[in-house]
């Protein structure tokens, strides 16, 4: 075996192709965009440059065929609550099932990290954003939502023997979005409907400006600051919805108000991954018209849950029950959905668990685990300690 870090084309190639060579042949694999993964390592595309760097490595047998790849970042950004040692990632880890294999490429992302003076590091996690490619599959192993590891169950082990530990769980929550919602929601419903001060609408894409606003205030009210979250700008706010308004579905975006006041919001997309998975990973010219017609003649049974928020003086009041069941009289009799899941929610933040229990009749579809992995092994291992 041998490793070639990643310098050329043909072997940023290379790495890309390596994942669906391991994973081809799981029925319920579905590749991921080529440029969603290139751009991870683009600094023109990812503002995680600008606090950070990472590099690639290949693995390839004696015959040089390709076996293995793994990424390792280092970023100034990246903190967790609690702790008191410079942490590296490592990510897009991508392994035959040979622990040899495996630990050769955990190694040489350790003496990467150790020397630009990392003594620990977590991992599979993305260099960047916290919403994609993030964690272990390790139960749950159905088809990936759009932005989401997947991985054969023989990766746990591969970790788990080279010595990391888990740092945290993440916990997915599904429902069949087509049932009745439980008789507590419904009642709680039912006392902030009868306020003429509270109303919920759905987004409408001709003032989707509006709407990117009415998002952003709730989101810095309800997140910023917590848990290391930052508050978002104007500019940040209008280009991500921009990006968003092709693959909206307006009525299944909500808001809550008081008096005109954006209260709470129940952002959920369809999943894209319902529609890319007939890409096979590519989305030139050619494939963007194809999935123009896909997205246009073939149903989306799937929706996935974005984010879900109330402001603070709102917060157990009612506000979740109240928009979960107003976008629930509208969603259903659209006859399209037929599975919902919620994005991961990390186990050290109960009061999230707990907002998602609360959404019907939900339950785990699935678990990933992000690991860490302490450089001094004589050091106490502490998980991630709850918000």
Not at 51 to 76: C, M, T, Y
Not at 107 to 125: C, N, T, Y
Not at 270 to 290: A, I, R, S, T, V
């Amino acid at each position: 075996m041998h490793l070639i870090e990643v310098n050329t084309p043909a072997l940023a190639r290379t790495f890309l192709e390596i994942n669906p060579l391991i994973q081809q042949s799981d029925p319920h694999y579905i590749r991921p965009l080529d440029k969603d993964v290139a751009d991870v390592f683009d600094p023109k595309k990812n503002k995680a440059f600008r606090f950070g760097e990472a590099s690639r490595w290949v693995l390839f047998d004696a015959q040089h065929k390709p076996i293995g790849r793994i990424a390792a970042f280092v970023n100034k950004k990246y903190k967790n609550k609690g702790d008191d040692l410079p942490v590296g990632g490592i990510g897009f880890f991508d392994c035959i099932h040979d622990q040899t294999a495996a630990d050769t490429l955990f190694d040489v992302a350790k003496h990467w990290l150790l020397q630009k003076g990392m003594e620990a590091m977590d991992g599979p996690i993305n260099f960047g954003e916290r919403d994609r490619w993030w964690g272990l599959i390790v139960e749950g192993f159905q088809s990936p939502l759009y932005g989401m590891n997947y991985n054969p169950p023989y990766y746990r082990e591969l970790f788990e023997r080279y010595g990391f530990k888990c740092f945290y769980n993440q916990i997915c929550f599904g429902l069949d979005p087509r049932k009745e919602l439980s008789q507590k929601i419904l009642d709680r419903h039912a006392l902030i409907a009868m306020d003429p001060d509270f109303h919920a609408r759905y987004l409408r894409k001709r003032n989707w400006e509006k709407y990117a606003m009415d998002f952003m205030e709730v989101y810095n009210r309800a997140w910023a600051g917590h848990a290391g979250m930052k508050e978002l700008r104007k500019e940040q706010v209008m280009s991500l919805f921009k990006k968003m308004m092709p693959v909206v579905e307006e009525k299944i975006v909500w808001f809550a108000y008081h008096k005109q006041e954006p209260i709470a919001l129940f952002l959920n997309l369809p999943d894209l991954n319902q529609w890319f998975k007939h890409l096979h990973g590519k989305f030139g010219l050619w494939e963007k018209l194809k999935f123009l017609w896909i997205k246009r003649t073939r149903p989306n049974p799937r929706f996935t849950g974005i984010a879900f928020g109330v402001v603070p003086e709102f917060q157990g009041k009612g506000i979740d029950s109240y928009l979960i069941n107003e976008a629930k009289k509208v969603i259903q009799p659209l006859n399209r959905y037929e599975s919902y899941e919620l994005q991961w929610i990390g186990e050290f933040n109960p009061k999230m668990l707990n907002v998602a229990q609360s959404i019907g009749d939900t339950s785990p579809s699935r678990k990933l685990i992000t690991y860490r992995y302490l450089f001094d092994r004589t050091r106490p291992f502490n998980t991630h300690p709850t918000l």
